[in-house]
């Protein structure tokens, strides 16, 4: 082994683990392997940047915008729709015309792009025909990944499998010849879901998921009429022009405003900045206990020995600031104190930005590398501090900058728990009341014994004194929540039973920027003027402490609000929805045009007068010119996060055929599998990119494998297209994971599947597909070259 060789899969190591630990983006992984290339110069800056002119890259961007092209005028979901009407309402027929129309439609849109197409049409199907949707969705995704092997344009891995044959000189794949081994493979794939893979799909009762998507249950099914009820706010109240989001209603206690009741008027889902006004009632959505549970903490009293205690403290703490590490867990996570507290034994006291220092709301912000955190610790969580990975840059903080740089002495105080109080044995993290209102507790004082930095489920005493960090003004707050009048009775439902409030269920584009983000941080109410009442994920409906959670790409969103605001929702491109309120008709007057240009590209490829590369990207550009879609929508179309991770990888793959690391790697697969025969190889390759599914994105996998096989079939003699084909199929069947392709996590949410449920099916499904290639693969190709 050579020192170039040892380079080369040192970089190939670090980029899988990163792969597998999933610490950075992909894409940005492919970029820092590119620059490490250069850099050492295992290959030329020419060649680092080629992959982003590679005729491979170009095509598969180009096929986006063409995918995009068809579904936005309507052709692909006219045709979904037409043929699943011939399904019936027998499962089994179901399941095999949603997996042949979604493998038909993937041979030439981006399968991605097909299933969240046909996601929408087959949750309605279910809900109509009372078959639970996760007897269906499973199939659907499978059914578009299987489509994407009959064709060359059908997946990007098919693109860049036929790209490195041509660079190496050999003779490259043409359109269809995809199609004998991925067609067969359709076939065969969907006859074992209908008749056998169906019954390890879950069963769930067609009730419970038709109650679960029928606007008119899905008020029942997540209670809401059974936890309305009403509130009044005196006239004379603390709250009496404080806007809602000042109240906490729904912050602190997880309750929901569903509409405000002024005189005669009624507003419904009121925004944060609505000032509340004396006599204001409130139809609230939510658990009345946990709103009792606040209204106890009430009964604290402010008290003047902040200055005592402070002292007492002063010694036995210490206060440092820490700098957020690159790559920490922290990053782009919102700050929850107890949490925090739990895990590194410190309370954060405020966050230092460039010059912007925040003392308040700090679980309000996503954290950033680089942040500068003010830290509370003892002597020997701070030595542990310095050995964690999350942090650096450990400073301790001095007096004079306490005071000028964080003022904390404006935000200190300490409040008495009373004697006879409701409040014994209760706890601040128990009730959240530090995330809500921003409390943090330094110390406290009982019986007269200091307690330092008292553990987070430190249960409180009466006569108990506690050194807070926080705003006074808050514990105001705290006392209007105790003002508020429970109405009895029955509460008036006149506004949910109305047309006026509905609910929806959506899910998130596979393209949606909002995947990542923290839930306060998207603003529901503020931005679309609704609320988020659940989250479906991974087979359960979470609908507790949403202010905590960060949204995943394979969620299910259940969103409230007025009418007309989901009804603009259903236009917003970072959503799927699965339950629209109205049905907007599809204009399908494009469709024959966009129809017409995808023929064309076929068909000038198939006569082989334009490379797929150049014929894509004139149908691409006539998609745009005749107005199928706009240019910006072209743009949005492109996953640039797949065309940078393969334009990024292409150069390691450069590197290893050039250095001899792929002839390496090859000579080590031939010492296990060549004297077995060649067929073992092709297996034992087919296997190794199978297995490489799980952990590492296809595209990223084909452009490793491609120069290994090429040299293990040039060691045995074998048609390197033989066992490129092997490769390309195994590449593409995705199945036993729901994050070994975007298909498998777009239906999570919606199917409400859970990870096991994606092994039990996508084991004997991954295992009947390579029985299927290596039958089909001697039919159709030779094993040696001629």
């Given amino acids: ?247 906490r209603i729904g912050v602190a206690t997880g309750l929901i405003v569903l509409a405000l009741e002024r005189g005669r008027n009624t507003e419904v889902m009121p925004s944060r900045q609505t000032v509340l006004q004396g006599n204001d009632k409130l139809l609230i959505q939510g658990r009345l206990d946990r709103f009792h549970e606040f209204q106890r903490w009430s009964e604290l009293v402010i008290e003047r020995e902040a200055p005592v205690l402070q002292g007492l403290m002063a010694g036995q703490v210490k206060l440092i600031e820490v700098t957020v590490e690159e790559g920490s867990n922290l990053v782009s996570e919102l700050l929850h104190h107890s949490e925090f507290r739990e895990t590194y034994g410190a309370n954060v006291l405020a966050i230092r930005r460039d010059k912007l220092v925040r003392r308040v709301n700090l679980s309000h912000v996503p954290l950033r590398r680089g942040d500068v955190l003010l830290l509370q610790a003892d002597a020997d969580t701070v030595d542990d501090l310095e050995r964690a990975p999350d942090f650096t840059d450990f400073r301790e903080v001095t007096e004079e900058e306490l005071s000028e740089v964080y003022r904390l002495q404006e935000r200190i105080f300490v409040v008495r728990v009373p004697r006879e109080t409701q409040l014994a044995g209760d706890t601040l993290m128990r009730n959240r009341l530090g995330d809500a209102f921003d409390f943090r507790l330094l110390a406290l004082f009982r019986e007269g014994e200091l307690v330092i930095m008292p553990e987070p489920d430190q249960s409180l005493k009466g006569g108990d004194l506690l050194l807070i960090q926080g705003r006074e003004e808050d514990l105001d707050v705290l006392r209007g929540l105790q003002e508020l009048e429970i109405q009895r009775g029955a509460p008036n439902l006149n506004t949910l039973e109305s047309e006026r409030l509905s609910l929806l269920e959506a899910t998130l584009d596979p393209r949606s920027s909002l995947a990542g983000q923290p839930v306060p941080d998207i603003e529901f109410r503020e931005k679309y003027g609704l609320e988020l009442v659940a989250v479906w994920r991974n087979g359960e409906a979470i609908r507790t402490n949403l202010d905590q959670l960060v949204l995943q790409l394979g969620d299910a969103l259940l969103l409230l609000g007025p009418r007309q605001r989901l009804v603009a929702l259903e236009r917003d491109p970072d959503f799927l929805i699965l339950t629209p309120v109205t049905q907007r008709p599809v204009d399908t007057a494009k469709a024959p045009l966009a129809g017409s240009i995808m023929l064309a590209v076929v068909f000038s490829v198939l006569i082989g007068w334009l490379p797929i590369y150049i014929a894509a990207v004139i149908g691409a550009t006539l998609m745009v010119l005749t107005n199928c879609l706009t240019m910006e929508d072209a743009y949005r179309a492109i996953d640039w996060r797949a065309i940078f991770l393969i334009a990024g990888m292409l150069p390691l793959g450069t590197a290893m055929e050039q250095t001899g690391a792929a002839q390496f790697l090859a000579e080590q697969t031939m010492a296990l599998l060549g004297p077995l025969g060649p067929w073992w190889v092709i297996g034992g390759l087919y296997l190794i990119t199978a297995a490489g599914t799980m952990i590492i994105p296809t595209a990223a996998l084909v452009v490793l494998m491609s120069p290994i096989v090429l040299s293990a079939s040039g060691d045995l003699g074998l048609a390197p297209q033989t066992a490129m084909m092997a490769v390309a199929m195994a590449a593409s069947a995705s199945f036993t994971s729901p994050i070994s392709h975007p298909a498998n996590i777009l239906v999570m949410g919606p199917g409400g599947y859970r990870f096991a449920d994606y092994l039990k099916v996508g084991l004997p499904l991954t295992a009947v597909v390579f029985v299927a290639v290596m039958l089909l693969l001697p039919l159709f190709w030779p094993l040696t070259s001629v």
Avoid: C
């Fill in 1 to 247: 082994m050579t020192l170039q060789i040892g380079l080369v899969l040192a970089i190939l190591a670090i980029s899988l683990v990163l792969f597998v630990s999933e610490k950075l983006r992909m894409d940005l992984i492919a970029l820092m392997v590119l620059g490490m290339l250069a850099v050492t110069g295992l290959v030329t800056p020419p060649e680092a940047v080629a992959g982003f002119s590679n005729a491979a890259v170009i095509a598969v961007w180009a096929m986006f915008i063409l995918s995009d092209g068809l579904t936005r005028t309507g052709i692909a979901n006219v045709i979904g729709h037409n043929v699943l009407r011939l399904a019936g309402r027998n499962e089994t027929r179901m399941i095999v015309v949603i997996m042949l129309t979604a493998g038909g439609l993937s041979a030439f849109m981006n399968n991605i792009g097909v299933a969240a197409l046909m996601l929408p049409v087959v949750v309605d199907i279910a809900r109509r025909t009372r078959i639970p949707a996760s007897r269906l969705l499973m199939p659907l995704a499978y059914g578009s990944l299987l489509g994407g092997l009959t064709t060359m344009i059908g997946t990007p891995p098919n693109l860049l499998i036929s790209g490195s044959l041509e660079a190496a000189g050999e003779t490259s794949f043409a359109l269809f010849d995809f199609t004998p081994i991925g067609g067969g493979v359709l076939v065969v794939g969907t006859v074992f879901i209908a008749l056998f893979g169906r019954h390890l799909l879950p069963r769930k009762k067609p009730e419970d998921d038709i109650q679960r998507r029928s606007q008119r249950n899905l008020r029942t099914q997540y209670g809401l009429q059974a936890r309305a009820f009403e509130m009044r706010v005196p006239a004379d109240s603390i709250l009496v022009g404080k806007t809602l989001g000042q109240s």
